[in-house]
Structure formats: C-alpha cells, structure tokens
C-alpha cells in the first residue's frame, strides 16, 4: 500500500510540473493524490493509466478516485463542478481562453453517480489539454 501511495504521489507530481505549479501547489496535490488513492485503494496500473490519459478499464474505485481529488483541490463539490475555482486556478496556469473552451465541453456532463461525473469531467479536460 505504501508503494501505491507514493506512486500515485508521483503521478500528481508529475501532473503538477508540468501545469508549472509552485512547490507549495505540487506538495498539495502530492497530498491529495496519497489521500484519494489510500482511501478508494485504487492499484498502480490504475494509476499509471490515468497518468497516461487511459480510461477505457476505469472502474468505481478510480471514477471514486477522481471525485475525491476534485472535491479536494475544490473544483467539484456534490457532484458539481465549480466553473468560477477552475478558472481561478488554472486560468493563470493553463490559460483562461483553454480553460473556458474545455468549460464550455465539460462542465455540463453529467454521470450516474457523483464519481461517475467527477470522472468525466476529468478525462474530458484531459482530453482537452486543460488537466485538472
């Protein structure tokens, strides 16, 4: 479990340097990223599948995954997304006109569950060059 923890930290490591996040963003996504994953016990070749944009085999723990890391860096709450802190956050980041296209596809979907949600909104702005 140990090894999973540190793997899935190096996954949002990974993520964070490359949205060029300052060390205090990169160590809170380290955080949350242990967090998330020790709680849905997701496995490393899950974790390595989302790190590479893979979601073909996603099953509830790594939809459930999802979900908790966005509730933690606060751009979902309850299965909603919160447009107005992903903007804020990774506007400066990422850019405000590729935040607000990724918006405009994303922000809308809906799944069956909350995680199912947390999940597609997701690997809808991975797919849209807009990681969250």
């Known amino acids: 479990m140990k090894f999973l923890i540190v793997l899935v930290a190096c996954v949002a ?33 899950q974790a390595h599948a989302l790190r590479q944009g893979n979601f073909d085999n996603a099953d509830a723990k790594v939809k459930c995954f999802a979900n908790c890391f966005l509730e933690k860096t606060g751009f979902m709450a309850d299965g909603q997304i919160k447009s107005d802190v992903v903007l804020e956050k990774l506007g400066p980041i990422v850019g405000v006109d590729k935040v ?18 947390a999940f597609q909104v997701y690997q809808c702005y991975y797919k849209n060059h807009a990681e969250i």
């Open 13 to 45: 490591l990974t993520v964070a340097h490359e949205l060029q996040l300052t060390d205090e963003q990169k160590a809170k996504a380290k955080a949350n990223g242990a967090a998330c994953a020790e709680q849905e016990g997701i496995t490393k070749e």
């Open 100 to 117: 607000k296209a990724a918006q405009e596809k994303c922000d809308s979907l809906k799944g069956a569950d909350k995680c199912d949600t």
